[in-house]
């Protein structure tokens, strides 16, 4: 075989060991389900937080009456028959029922449109759900 004068220069593979180097695994990272213990802690308390600022302002706002959860009593007009004393519709709750003015000295005069109706002796102070 004839011999090409460029033959070994052209495939000068020298390696030099130095110039490979180690490299180092990229540092690990904490997964999204990885925490510190304080920080678990942390979190714990933030959404406690919120669950406690959620129901102070359900609260104040009236979202369970508002809702239909508990029952909750209105002033109505004194029918013509009796007009004496303080009257009371009362909306039925899905937790509770009507709510009961037995106890404020009222008496009941029957369910009317889905609605209690309540006649006291004297006006209330407060209303249930109000």
Request: positive net charge.
């Amino acid at each position: 075989m004839p011999q090409t004068p460029n033959r070994g220069k052209d495939l000068n593979l020298t390696v030099r060991y130095a110039d490979i180097r180690r490299q180092e695994p990229p540092p690990r990272l904490l997964a999204s389900t990885e925490s510190s213990p304080p920080m678990i802690l942390i979190k714990i308390a933030m959404v406690g937080v919120a669950i406690a600022a959620m129901m102070g302002v359900a609260r104040d706002q009236r979202w369970p009456e508002r809702a239909g959860v508990v029952g909750v009593c209105l002033t109505t007009p004194a029918p013509h028959t009796k007009p004496d004393g303080a009257w009371y519709a009362c909306s039925q709750g899905l937790m509770n029922g009507f709510p009961n003015l037995e106890a404020d000295s009222c008496s009941s005069a029957g369910i009317v449109s889905h609605r209690e109706i309540w006649n006291c002796s004297v006006p209330l102070v407060s209303l249930p759900g109000a």
